[in-house]
């Protein structure tokens, strides 16, 4: 059974300091990662998807990827209480289950103001 | 946000009772997908469609099927609900399959008393 791993938290960070979410995969053949927050009471949502090694940055957020180690890892700079959420990794299941996404259970970041 | 419309948003029913989730949108998607959410167990994929009459089973897909008659539309049935069908369903689209990110519908949660 493939796996997607994160640490469950809850991750408290004080309020304008770098949020680091951690995310390794069992799957070496994953080609696809994705990273979705998800407020109490609602759906997911794509924050950021990344497919090379290496840092995706978008504004606060930036993705980084490492298949040699396999992990992913999610840094949110300048945290805002708005960014308390659980926060999901998914990694495309290649070979299996037609490519489709494992979901991890997700990380719970609360940060402090 | 994608144009993704589950209902009913909220139903509780009764042991032994069929029920019927709906999944619509107008996003043209090829593929569609119904997951479940639960406390300690993440985002597990139950169903998923890859087009018109063509489904294929996730990893928890007993006790549930699925019918996609058009493309912009995919069901959810409960045959006989159990109390262990008590959660949150959500309905993802996406444009490729393992590719492109997931977007999630608003969700439904499920109650089976």
């Known amino acids: 059974q493939k796996e997607v791993e994160q640490n469950s938290g809850p991750l408290s960070v004080p309020e304008g300091a770098i949020a680091s979410l951690n995310c390794t995969y069992s799957?070496?053949?994953?080609?696809?990662f994705f990273w979705y927050r998800q407020y109490s009471g609602k759906s997911p949502e794509l924050i950021m998807f990344?497919?090379?090694?290496g840092d995706k940055e978008d504004g606060r957020f930036t993705a980084q990827l490492n298949k040699a180690s396999q992990y992913v890892s999610l840094l949110i700079r300048d945290s805002q209480p708005s960014d308390s959420a659980t926060y999901l990794c998914a990694v495309n299941d290649y070979g299996g289950s037609q490519g489709n996404l494992i979901f991890g259970k997700g990380t719970k970041l609360s940060v402090k103001p | 946000d994608a144009g993704i419309t589950q209902s009913p948003r909220h139903k509780v029913t009764e042991t032994g009772t069929p029920v019927t989730l709906r999944c619509h949108q107008t996003?043209?998607?090829?593929?569609m997908y119904w997951y479940r959410q639960d406390p300690g167990h993440g985002l597990r994929l139950i169903h998923y469609?890859?087009?018109?009459?063509?489904?294929d089973k996730g990893e928890v897909s007993d006790g549930y099927s699925v019918s996609r008659s058009k493309t912009e539309d995919f069901l959810l049935t409960l045959e006989s609900a159990t109390s262990s069908q008590t959660s949150v369903y959500f309905c993802a689209i996406s444009a490729s399959q393992g590719e492109a990110p997931l977007h999630f519908g608003n969700g439904t949660r499920l109650t089976v008393t």
């Open positions: 799957d070496r053949g994953s080609q696809s």
């Open positions: 996003e043209n998607h090829r593929y």
């Open positions: 990344i497919y090379s090694n």
């Open positions: 469609s890859y087009g018109v009459k063509d489904t």
